[in-house]
């Protein structure tokens, strides 16, 4: 008897601990929640500057959708109330994703605004966290790196919409930046799997703005004050990218 009740009293302590984890997880799945649908607003906001003026309008947009990236500095704070201290890496993968995409959308913006690329830091003050593991919550290297190959697919989606609105010089902004983006993560050494691979598909993304490029080019719709970098005029081959 005595041994059944301290197998009983064990297995007690289990299911209490199991119970904790469960309760800690669906609260940050309902943080998490929150997040994610502040995510889908700002997507929808940035979706117009593929419609036939939303270029034109690519200002305002980027305006009003980064008064919605900006809500998430409160969201962040919320979910970090909810995790462990000590404890991020163990329910990293709840937030994983939202924190890819927010990284790509808050890339965009940046994008958008300057053509230029965003630093890690100004994604995590948009967010409202820091860059540092030593201070606990942070946002993750990988997260943010995966929100950058994001940002090439969407770029490369808006060379080609680009055309269709009549902005013949925007293509080739647009691939001398992924070729650049290119050029900076080949100076990684990636071993993350999922990293690795999505790394991997950036060639694709380059090889369609290589062929709209190319596409205007023969045209002769390209301006001639567009530089074309290594070989603009040329046709796109398969060797582009990663290896």
């Known amino acids: ?35 994610e649908q502040t995510a889908r607003e700002v997507m929808t906001t940035l979706e117009g500057i593929h419609q036939s003026a939303g270029l034109k309008e690519a200002p305002a947009l980027c305006q009003k959708a980064r008064k919605l990236l900006e809500t998430t500095r409160s969201q962040f704070a919320e979910l970090q109330k909810k995790v462990p201290a000590d404890q991020y890496y163990r329910f990293h993968d709840h937030w994983r994703f939202v924190s890819q995409r927010l990284s790509f959308l808050a890339a965009l913006i940046v994008y958008l605004e300057a053509e230029r690329l965003v630093t890690r830091e100004e994604v995590a003050h948009l967010m409202g966290v820091s860059v540092r593991k030593e201070d606990g919550f942070h946002l993750d290297l990988e997260d943010f790196l995966q929100g950058l190959l994001q940002l090439a697919s969407e770029l490369s989606r808006l060379a080609i919409n680009s055309v269709t609105a009549g902005e013949y010089d925007r293509p080739v902004r647009i691939s001398n930046f992924i070729q650049e983006l290119n050029t900076g993560f080949r100076l990684l050494n990636l071993k993350n799997d999922s990293l690795r691979k999505r790394f991997d598909g950036l060639k694709y993304d380059i090889k369609k703005v290589e062929e709209v490029v190319y596409d205007i080019s023969i045209r002769g719709l390209k301006p ?20």
Request: proline share 4%.
């Open 224 to 243: 001639a004050s567009a530089g074309g970098g290594e070989g603009g005029d040329e046709p796109p081959t398969s060797s582009t990218g990663a290896e």
């Open 1 to 35: 008897m005595a041994e059944a009740s301290l197998t009983a009293s064990i297995f007690s302590e289990f299911n209490e601990y199991l119970t904790n984890d469960q309760d800690v997880r669906e609260e940050i799945r309902v943080a998490v929640r929150a997040m």
